[in-house]
Nanobody, 121 residues
Framework: QVHVVESGGGLVQPGGSLRLFCEASGTIFSLNSFGWYRQTPGEERELVAATTSSGRINYADSVKGRFTVSRWNGKRTVYLQMNSLTPDDTAVYYC???????????????WGQGTQVTVSS
């Protein structure tokens, strides 16, 4: 069984920073990529940043230069460093992990439960 857990959300003032963590645990044969998404009420979930199996990282235009995705302490955890936050960054942030859970079989996407980020003075 695979679990994906996000942490690190909270309340921050405009211009401030937060670091979100995403950890995948459980039976994992290989891990292909991580993706960070965010969603506000009534809106579609949107991509924030995503790694690829080749190691490339793609960022949404709205966060380029402010957000950075990095691996943390091994291969099953990634964090999202968010700087220069604005109220428009307020959302629930979700982590999606694409991985192969068994020695033989396809890859699947697993989502975390989300963590709230609120940017407000």
């Amino acid at each position: 069984q695979v679990h994906v857990v996000e942490s690190g959300g909270g309340l921050v003032q405009p211009g401030g920073s937060l670091r979100l963590f995403c950890e995948a645990s459980g039976t994992i044969f290989s891990l292909n990529s991580f993706g960070w998404y965010r969603q506000t009420p009534g809106e579609e979930r949107e991509l924030v940043a995503a790694t690829t199996s080749s190691g490339r990282i793609n960022y949404a235009d709205s966060v380029k230069g402010r957000f950075t995705v990095s691996r943390w302490n091994g291969k099953r955890t990634v964090y999202l460093q968010m700087n220069s936050l604005t109220p428009d960054d307020t959302a629930v942030y979700y982590c999606k992990v694409n991985l192969v859970p068994a020695l033989v079989g396809p890859a699947y996407d697993y989502w975390g439960q989300g963590t709230q980020v609120t940017v407000s003075s």
